[in-house]
Each structure stands twice: as C-alpha cells, then as structure tokens.
T-cell receptor
Framework: KNEVEQSPQNLTAQEGEFITINCSYS?????LHWLQQHPGGGIVSLFM???GKKKHGRLIATINIQEKHSSLHITASHPRDSAVYIC??????????????FGKGTKLSVKP | NAGVTQTPKFRILKIGQSMTLQCTQD?????MYWYRQDPGMGLKLIYY???????DKGEVPNGYNVSRSTTEDFPLRLELAAPSQTSVYFC?????????????FGQGTRLTVV
C-alpha cells in the first residue's frame, strides 16, 4: 500500500463548481505539501501545512493530523485550474534527508 | 530570482549514450533533489544533496550519478542510457530539509531513450 493516497485519481468539473481533492497518509509526518503541475509544465508549491487550515485566493487546504488526512478545496473553479494536483508529505524518518513522499496526483479538468 | 532552472526541457537519447541534466538555483538553498516522474506514479527521489560537496542516494539511484561542487548547481549524469530511464526528471531545492520548508521545482526535463 502506498504511504500517500490521493482521491479521486481523475476529476472533471464544470466551471464554478466547488472541488475537493483528498489525501490520506499512513506515516508520521512533519508537514504536508500540496503541489500543482500544469500540462507540460513544472511543479509549483501551493501549500505547506502541518496543522489547521491555509487559504490562498480560491484555494483552501486543511489537515487533520489525528486522522492523517488532508483536503484541497477549490472554490468557484475555473478552466485555468485544470492541472494535476499532487499531495506530498515530509516523512518523520529520523534522518537528515527530509525526503518528500508523493501521491500519484489527481488530474483535474474544469470545463467552461 | 529565476528560482530553479533545468536544461534541457526535452531530449531524445539512444541506448548507451550519456548525457547530463543541468540544474541550477539562485536562492542559496542548501538542499537540492533530483526526482523522476513516471506515468501513473508519484515522484521518486533519485539523489539529493544537503550542501556543496555532499550527495547521497535516494530511492532509485541506479544508472545515475550526481555532483555538487557549488551551492547553485546540481547536475544529474546518465552514463549508459537505458529505455527504463525514459521519464520526466525534476530538480528541486529547499532552504533546509523539506521537513519544514517549501520546496521549489524546476520545469522538468522530458527524456526519451530509444
């Protein structure tokens, strides 16, 4: 079983819809990252959080450490939000590596 | 600041050829990483560096080598390209261990080995 699981794998929405992407993990972490990857493009960090909730514009990320679960919400979705959203965790491994463990990503397509 | 810059963006290699993927960052970050991204899979760590002169293997290091002679540069070397190395490669950096700091990624290098 993967240490970081995302759902759904694929998501199609109509413009304006409220979107939720989920991430569950099975290891101890010090932080969780949400990343965005546009087709043919690089990867951009959206959020890094270790507790509670963060908001940037129409994007909201929450984390529940006890339940080992995080959600990324997009309000009033727009076609330009179409991308792959990746959840990654900073695993508490005891080493200095600081390795990120990545989920497989959720491909979001927002139709006009 | 340019952030993390990778070159080239695309490359086709023949089996057995060698090449170097370049990565440079201008944020004075100590930590740098190379990942590969295969279809339907999460990114996997190839090599990482915690500072100039220090490198270490990640999860999938076979077939690759790295060096870190300066803080800014972290090239990834493929000595004998194999079809299994067809992938998209991402370089990333962070000020400190990614345990607590944001990671910055390059634009990626799409490599095809034929």
């Amino acid at each position: 079983k993967n240490e970081v699981e995302q759902s759904p794998q694929n998501l199609t929405a109509q413009e304006g819809e409220f979107i939720t992407i989920n991430c569950s993990y099975s290891v101890g972490i010090s932080a969780l990252h949400w990343l965005q990857q546009h087709p043919g493009g690089g990867i951009v960090s959206l959020f890094m959080l270790s507790s509670g909730k963060k908001k940037h514009g129409r994007l909201i990320a929450t984390i529940n450490i006890q339940e080992k679960h995080s959600s990324l919400h997009i309000t009033a979705s727009h076609p330009r939000d179409s991308a792959v959203y990746i959840c990654a965790v900073s695993k508490l491994s005891g080493g200095s590596q600081g390795n990120l463990i990545f989920g497989k990503g959720t491909k979001l397509s927002v139709k006009p | 600041n340019a952030g993390v810059t990778q070159t080239p963006k695309f490359r086709i290699l023949k089996i057995g050829q060698s090449m170097t993927l370049q990565c440079t960052q201008d944020m004075n970050h100590n930590y740098m990483y190379w990942y590969r991204q295969d279809p339907g899979m999460g990114l996997k760590l190839i090599y990482y560096s915690v500072g100039a002169g220090i490198t270490d293997k990640g999860e999938v290091p076979n077939g690759y080598n790295v060096s870190r002679s300066t803080t800014e540069d972290f090239p990834l070397r493929l000595e004998l390209a194999a079809p299994s190395q067809t992938s998209v490669y991402f370089c990333a950096s962070s000020l400190d261990s990614s345990l607590n700091t944001e990671a910055f990624f390059g634009q990626g290098t799409r490599l095809t080995v034929v």
